[in-house]
């Protein structure tokens, strides 16, 4: 059961992968809003938080890159634009 729950949650942030991540680094470093800034860089957090959890439940190694590069406006807006609807 637990690998199976593992498993139906591995799509959590945007599919697992480090756009995602990125697309949360990109909007904390650049957004005008410091209330925002922080959402971003909690968001971004937790998301690392989750990706580690699940690579270790799986028997995998935990994220090795902390931070990987940020990404450009359009790649950030491609990575989180299915969704958003």
Known sequence: MAA???RS?????HGGTDRG??????AAATSPTESFRVLYSSLAA???EQRSV???????????NSFPPA???EAA???????LG
């Open 4 to 6: 199976r729950h593992v």
């Open 9 to 13: 949650a591995k799509t959590g942030c």
């Open 21 to 26: 991540l990125g697309a949360y680094l990109t």
């Open 46 to 48: 937790s998301c690392g």
């Open 54 to 64: 699940l690579l270790l439940a799986r028997g995998r190694a935990p994220i090795g």
């Open 71 to 73: 990404l450009d406006l």
């Open 77 to 83: 807006s491609s990575a989180v634009e299915a969704f």
